[in-house]
């Protein structure tokens, strides 16, 4: 568990540095495992277009980032910290 933790920190704080734009992390983390939009997108059943605007930040949809989020093995909240709000 603090291993997972660590890496969760971990990612915090390059998530930080990119300015809150998690389009660059999610690209690396979807290349380190091995996964592609278009397969995110078959498995959900969701257009790959819309995933797509997800990932570049110009469409903000909970359920995709949830997606997301579940595919790459990291909380939402790593990734988009306004999620954790409300």
Same mark, same amino acid.
């Given at each position: 568990?603090? &291993?997972?933790?660590?890496?969760?920190? *971990? !990612? %915090?704080?390059?998530?930080? %540095?990119?300015?809150?734009? +998690? #389009?660059?992390?999610?690209? *690396?983390?979807?290349?380190?495992?091995?996964?592609?939009?278009?397969?995110? *997108?078959? &498995?959900?059943?969701? +257009?790959? %277009?819309? !995933?797509?605007?997800?990932?570049?930040? #110009?469409?903000? #949809?909970?359920?995709?980032?949830?997606?997301? *989020?579940?595919?790459?093995?990291?909380?939402? &909240?790593? !990734?988009? +910290?306004?999620?954790?709000? #409300?």
């Amino acid at each position: 568990m603090e &291993k997972q933790n660590i890496e969760m920190g *971990a !990612l %915090s704080l390059v998530n930080d %540095s990119l300015n809150q734009n +998690p #389009t660059n992390l999610i690209k *690396a983390l979807m290349l380190a495992r091995g996964l592609r939009q278009k397969d995110i *997108a078959m &498995k959900y059943e969701i +257009p790959a %277009s819309d !995933l797509n605007r997800v990932i570049m930040g #110009t469409r903000h #949809t909970r359920h995709i980032r949830e997606v997301i *989020a579940l595919e790459l093995k990291v909380d939402i &909240k790593v !990734l988009w +910290p306004e999620e954790g709000e #409300t």
